[in-house]
Each structure stands twice: as C-alpha cells, then as structure tokens.
C-alpha cells in the first residue's frame, strides 16, 4: 500500500511540473514529460495528486500532511529520486505558499493555472515545444536578474557649511 502511494506521488509531481523536459529533447518522442499534456490530464493529475496527499481523506490537506508525504516519498527513494523528489518539493512549497491547508478546488486551481501558463498558445495543450520555450524563458530571467541587480549608490556628498 506505502508503495503505492509513493509511486503515485513520484508520478503527480512529476506530471505537475512543467519545465522538466531533458534537455535536446523535442516532438512528442522521449519519457513522460516531454510529451504533451492536454488540461484534462493535467486536472487528473492534480486530483491525484491531491488524493495522495490527503492522508486521513478529509477532503483538506494540510502542510503537514504535505511535508509528511514528501519525507515518505523521500525515503522510499533512497537517495534515487533526486530529480523527482525536487519537482514534488517545489508543488508542495509553490501549493502552500500562503497557506497552511487546501481543498481538492484550491489544490487543482492552483495546478491548472500552472498549466495555463505553460501553455504558451492557448490551446488547451502544453507540449514540449512550450516546456523548452519557458525553460529557455525563466533561465534568460534569472540571467537578467543577476545582471540587473543593482549596486550600492555611494553616499551622497555632505555639504560643507560656510565658515
């Protein structure tokens, strides 16, 4: 049943994360995340995801009930799931940013503007085209941020006053 879970898990928070095409990938070819994802099977992925992290099925999951899974998940990976364990850390922190607890509603909103924002086109399909664009698109920013930051201003001259 743990096994389960966790493989579920690995496989929703990989599917909720868009950027995690492999590099040089293109087409519909390669592993799960480099083909495209229609907003349906983007919004099934969230409520399984969702379902999974409910440990007491409650209908709300909470932060802990969040983390707990993620250290769940974690473990069981044994120090082989890097990659997966990130993308599943990165939902949990991005889905609890400014709370403590979430309904199925809040959970799969959150995951399908995501979604919507990956899909460059509005087509009610992100494919990995649009997951390298926006790769390509964040990487530029951060590049821009770095550059961009500004410097100290030096002091401002004090004036002398007249003797």
């Not at 493989?7 to 995690?20: E, F, K, Q, R, W």
């Not at 095409?21 to 399984?48: K, L």
Request: no cysteine.
């Amino acid at each position: 049943m743990m096994k389960t879970v966790i493989i579920a898990l690995a496989v929703a928070a990989a599917a909720t994360s868009m950027p995690a095409i492999a590099q040089g990938a293109g087409g519909n070819g390669g592993g799960f995340m480099q083909r495209d994802q229609t907003r349906a099977e983007a919004q099934q992925r969230a409520d399984t995801m969702f379902q999974m992290l409910d440990a007491n099925k409650d209908g709300t999951v909470t932060k802990a009930e969040a983390d707990e899974a993620l250290a769940q998940f974690q473990a069981a990976q044994d120090g082989e799931g890097g990659r997966s364990a990130g993308r599943m850390q990165r939902v949990i922190d991005a889905a609890f940013a400014t709370a403590q607890s979430l309904t199925l509603k809040q959970f799969e909103g959150q995951m399908l503007t995501r979604f919507d924002a990956a899909d460059l086109d509005h087509n009610g399909t992100v494919t990995a085209a649009e997951r390298q664009q926006l790769r390509a698109q964040r990487q530029a920013q951060r590049g821009a941020s770095v550059t961009s930051t500004p410097q100290a201003a030096p002091a401002p001259a004090t004036p002398s006053k007249p003797q």
